[in-house]
């Protein structure tokens, strides 16, 4: 398997996840302490009031890549972890509980142009024949540009994995991010998101070979994943192969048109430019294909500068 091949690096192990979901005695205790009172149909909702009430002010930190029970000792942890300590929760409290990860549509970095996909991990809980979302940060809303997929607990421990990885690429470790992305690959080898990060090691290792093999695959479980068609098309474009270049260039062109999202940022970047005119039919679109607070403000502040603009010419 690709993800398992040498690469001349030092091997590394990765991070020890036998206690990943387990809730020590702590938390065993809250979860008794706080549903002790509580009707069956009553436990979840009883356990997630308590929650609330003991973290009002909970600390969120993108690399907060915890454990259950450390996240729940240190009062601060990322969307995953959080997760993990939702479900550690609640399964010890009797309730059927399960990993969620929701992918947004591709968005733009404006200094850097670079195309960000969002994923986002929550919990969900079932109870009495309901299903509820439980999740830390408030969701914008929702639309065919989301989608969703229930994850086994496999799947949820090769995102920990890789956000272990990812963290590991950023301070340039790539011998621990090697061994993270490896691990997160057997236990979900179909997630596309983790291949485009593996990709990203072997092409800053000068394996471009592994690189385009691994965004390939990426793209073979995700046709729409933006990064590993970028990522390709950088990489044929240096190695002149124009043709490949130019196929894929027409490709990620069809997506972006269907993505309100691209338009926001072509608003944003008309703007810094001073092309309000050009920002605001930009904003405009982006608003007929969805509802973002984030457009509203802008198609708010945009409209306001052309006025004036027109005002004082």
């Known amino acids: 398997m690709l993800a398992r091949r040498t690469i001349g690096l030092d091997p590394r192990p990765y991070r020890d996840e036998e206690f990943w979901l387990n809730p020590d005695m702590v938390m065993r205790h809250f979860v008794d302490f706080s549903t002790r009172d509580a009707d069956s149909e009553d436990t979840a909702l009883a356990l997630i009031r308590s929650l ?26 990322n969307c ?19 990993f969620q990860r929701v992918e947004a549509a591709p968005e733009w970095d404006l200094e850097g142009s670079s195309v960000v996909a969002s994923l986002h991990i929550n919990a969900i809980i079932f109870q009495e024949g309901k299903q509820l979302e439980v999740d830390w940060l408030p969701r914008r809303n929702p639309s065919d540009y989301e989608r969703r997929f229930v994850l086994s607990d496999d799947e949820a421990l090769a995102e920990w994995h890789n956000n272990l990885g990812a963290e590991a690429l950023l301070n340039n470790d790539l011998p621990l991010a090697f061994a993270e992305l490896s ?25 471009d070979e592994h690189a385009e093999a691994s965004w390939l695959i990426a793209i073979e479980y995700n046709q729409r994943q933006l990064q590993a068609l970028s990522n390709l098309q950088r990489l044929y474009l240096a190695q002149g192969r124009a043709q490949l270049a130019d196929e894929l260039s027409a ?12 338009f926001y940022f072509l608003a944003r970047q008309a703007e810094k430019e001073n092309h309000l005119e050009e920002a605001l039919r930009h904003i ?13 403000r802008l198609h708010v502040r945009l409209r306001e500068r052309v006025m004036e603009a027109r005002e004082s010419s």
Do not use: C
């Not at 490709?251 to 691209?262: G, H, L, S, T």
């Not at 405009?284 to 509203?296: E, L």
């Open 183 to 207: 691990r997160a690959l057997r236990l979900s080898p179909k997630a596309a998101h983790i291949w485009v990060n593996l990709g990203v090691l072997y092409r800053r290792v000068g394996l």
């Open 80 to 98: 995953l972890s959080y997760s993990a300590m939702v479900v550690s929760l609640m399964r010890h409290a009797g309730v059927q509980a399960r």
């Open 52 to 77: 609330r009430e003991e973290w009002p002010l909970l600390k969120y930190r993108r690399d907060a890549n915890y454990s259950a029970a450390v996240a729940f000792h240190q009062e601060q942890a």
């Open 284 to 296: 405009k679109r982006a608003r007929r294909m969805h509802s973002d607070d984030r457009f509203d």
């Open 251 to 262: 490709v990620i062109a069809y997506y972006r048109q269907k993505n309100p999202y691209y």
